[in-house]
DNA sequence: AAATATATGAACTGATCGGTTTATAAATTC
DNA sequence: GAATTTATAAACCGATCAGTTCATATATTT
C-alpha cells in the first residue's frame, strides 16, 4: 500500500512492489494474480481504513459538532508536515486512474459517496441539537466539508502548513457553527 | 499537454506523445530536449493560462464580490460533466510528482500560493466594499476558497454533478457574503 | 537551379516493463 | 524420516519504455 501511495499505480514498478511486500516474485503472483489486483486490495485497505476512522469520529453516539470538529482537525493534521506532503491514496488515484479504470472509479466515487452522506447526517444531527446554522441545508455543506478537506490534500502536497490549515478550519466552522 | 491531461506524466508514452503534437521523434527531441521538458512545457502553458483566466476574473477595476461569484461559477463549470471527468492537469501533477520532481512542486506551489493571494486581494476588497462578513480573516477564507476548488477538482473525477456544485457554492456565499 | 539547412520516418539502442517458468530449497504432512 | 506440498530466487519472455542515429526528403537560401 505505501509503495502505491508514494509513487502512485504507474510509478511503481513490480521491483517497487516486492521490496514493499518482502514477497517473492512468484509468490505475489500466486496470492494477487497481477499487479493490478493488487492495486485494487492496496486501495481498498486504504478506503476502509479511512471510513473506519470516519464512523468513529462521526459516531452517532456522540455530540454531532464535537465530532465535525474531530474530523475536520484529523484533516489539518494529515496535510500538515510529512504527513502533508505523503498525500492521499484516494486523491492520487482518482486523478490519474479514476478515468480510465472502471473498477477504480467506482471503488473512489463510492468513498467520496459514503463519506458525503456521512458528513450530511452529522451536520443534519449538529442542525437539530442546535449547534448548526438552522438556514442552511445539510446536504450543501456536507459537499463543501468533502471538497475542502480534499482540496487540504491536494494543497498540503506543496504547502504542508499546519497553521494556515488550523486557521481556516477555524474561519470555517465559525460561520457555519453556533 | 492534452495528452499528459488525460493520462497523466507516468501514464504517457512518447508515442502518445508523436501522436499529440503531430511531430517526428527528432523534431519532438530537437524542440523540448526530452520528455521531462516537454512535461514541463505543457505544465508552464496550463498554468498560465489558469493565472491568465484568474487576472480577468479578479480584475481589480471591477466588483471584488462579482468576481469572486464568477471565479466559483467558473469552477463549478469545469468540474461538472465532461469538463470535470477530464480533471485538473495541476491537480493531477500535484498528487503523482509534486513529492518526487523539484521543478514541478515548485511551480505547482507557486500556481497555488499565487491564486490564494489574489484571492486574499481580492476578499480584502470585498471586505472593504461591505460585502464580506467583517469579523473574517481575508487570508484564511482565501484557503478555503482555494482548497474548496481544489477539492471540486478531485471530487468532480467520479462525481461531476453541476447542481450539487452550484448549491455548495451558493452556501458558502451565502455564508460569507453579506 | 544549386547549395544548404531543416524536418522526417524508420531502424536501432540498452534498459526496464509486467508476467511466466523452472529448478531448488524449505516446510509440512504422513 | 520419507513424501509431498509450498515458497523462493533467478533465469527468462516478449513488449514497451525513453532516447539516438541516420539516410532521405523537403524546404529555404543563395
Same mark, same amino acid.
Given at each position: 500500500m505505501g509503495a502505491f501511495w508514494a509513487s502512485g499505480y504507474h510509478g511503481t514498478s513490480l521491483p517497487d512492489l516486492l521490496e514493499a511486500t518482502k514477497l517473492s516474485r512468484g509468490s505475489l503472483y500466486a496470492a494477487f494474480g497481477d499487479k493490478h489486483g493488487l492495486f485494487l486490495r492496496a486501495l481498498d485497505r486504504y478506503i476502509d481504513e479511512a471510513l473506519t476512522r470516519l464512523e468513529t469520529e462521526l +459516531?452517532?453516539? %456522540? +455530540?454531532a459538532l464535537t465530532g465535525l470538529r474531530t474530523y475536520l482537525a484529523g484533516y489539518v493534521e494529515r496535510t500538515s508536515g510529512a504527513a502533508g506532503k505523503r498525500g492521499c491514496l484516494v486523491v492520487a488515484t482518482a486523478m490519474e486512474l479514476a478515468a480510465h479504470d472502471a473498477e477504480v472509479n467506482q471503488r473512489v466515487g463510492r468513498f467520496f459517496r459514503v463519506m458525503e452522506s456521512r458528513l450530511a447526517i452529522a451536520l443534519s444531527r449538529a442542525q437539530a441539537e442546535g449547534r448548526?446554522? &438552522? %438556514? &442552511? +441545508?445539510p446536504a450543501s455543506v456536507a459537499r463543501l466539508l468533502l471538497c475542502t478537506v480534499e482540496g487540504m490534500r491536494v494543497v498540503g502536497k506543496t504547502d504542508p502548513n499546519r497553521a494556515a490549515s488550523h486557521a481556516m478550519v477555524k474561519t470555517l466552522l465559525d460561520r457555519f457553527a453556533t
Open positions: +459516531d452517532p453516539r %456522540n +455530540d448548526l446554522a &438552522v %438556514n &442552511v +441545508d
